[in-house]
């Protein structure tokens, strides 16, 4: 128990050394070749083809020598002549007064070299102290090299009558200079796309080869056209401390939500076997965009597996019918089911689908009668035409006969009296 306690007691003791810095800069002194501060924003000066860099330092862990390196985070764009960069010193009164004074090469660029000043030391018992302080190296007395941005996956998300957003991704693709103050603005020639709130948006600072990702806020207006609309993108920076712009422009489609829109599905009700039934389904377009490609397609088991006929292009406030025809086979009987399922899409390939349901009642077809022919009714007429014939014919002669009998008495008689 005592020995825990003792071990508690000196990780105590030990605990503000161990959280303490290594080395601690004294952002308020101001050095013999400082102009300002740490705190006021001292940066690196260049002059005299040097680049001179001050730190005041201190630390409580050692008192004796350190050594400041300069270590660029991009070594294949240094301006300086030699490989190692660094400079040694020692304490004096408490404080490390860290001077660099590092060589550049004549053929050097302008620009803003991003680096850290690394300083190493050792502590009282030789452990290894180490600490990094930022920096920016800003030359101007170099060849200038042009400074221009890099916008690149420019898309927009612009649906009719909503807010919406234009993004993009902003290189500064200068090895060398850094970018500040960057601004950008986003316009439509035809005024159908506007900026949600201020046309300026403030971008900060990129540094050389640094890239940001861009969201503009912007809304479409409800009239705006439904079609490709060319935005011009307009940064303004500054680089090498000179005000500098850039303008491109991207095309970019203004969209809206596809309305299809169906009537009532027409149907015949019912149909006997064997005949041809047609649905009818009005179909309209109630968005701002043309719709292209627009079918109807009717499946009913049984009775057809897949019938479609094509639409076609569907203009803004449009109505067209959809008809289709079917004839159930003689196998076919009763309610059948199906549906209709209507497809299309707009000029920038997004699709529409509606579906609704299609019944329709087959009636057994009716048991014809054999139809007599005229021939067969003569066929059948025949027996009874020849008796009545022969029954004429034998009256005929039954009368000529006692017509004859009687005329022949008639003439004897008249013989009888002439004699």
Known sequence: MKKCIVLLVAAL???????????????????????????????????????????PLTSEQTGGKITATLVLNDESVSPFSTGRLSAECWKNEGLYAVRMRLPLVSARHSGDYAARVVVEGQNRDGGALRAEYPVVIRIRDGRADAIRPGLSAVAADLT??????????????????????????????????????????????LMPGESTRIEYPVTVKPNAAVEMHALSFELSYTALDQPNTWAERFTLPVTQEIRLEQGGLQTPGSVIQGDTATFTLPLMNMGRGELTNVMATLSMPGVVERQSVLV???????????????????????????????????????????????????????????????EDMVKEMVPAYAWILAGACLLLLAALIVQGVALGGKIRHLEEDKL
Do not use: H
Not at 167 to 189: F, H, R
Not at 337 to 366: F, I, M, Q, Y
């Open 160 to 205: 009719l009558g909503e807010k919406g957003c234009v993004s993009a991704v902003l290189t500064n693709t200068s090895p060398y200079a850094e970018m500040q103050d960057i601004e950008l603005v986003v316009s439509d020639a035809t005024g159908d796309v506007l900026p949600d709130g201020s046309d300026r948006l403030a971008l900060g600072s």
């Open 312 to 374: 076609g292009t569907l203009s803004a406030g449009e109505t067209k019918q959809a008809r289709l025809t079917v004839m159930p086979g003689r196998d076919v009987l009763g309610e059948v089911k199906g549906s209709v399922t209507v497809t299309g899409e707009d000029a920038w390939g997004n699709s529409v689908r509606l579906a609704l349901p299609a019944s329709l009642t087959v009636e057994e077809a009716p048991v014809m009668k054999s139809v007599e022919t005229p």
């Open 13 to 55: 003791l030990l605990a503000p050394l161990a959280a303490a810095e290594d080395f601690t800069l004294e952002e308020r002194r101001i050095l013999q070749g400082m102009d300002q501060s740490w705190q006021q924003g001292y940066e690196p000066t260049v002059e005299g083809g040097y680049v001179n860099i001050c730190l």
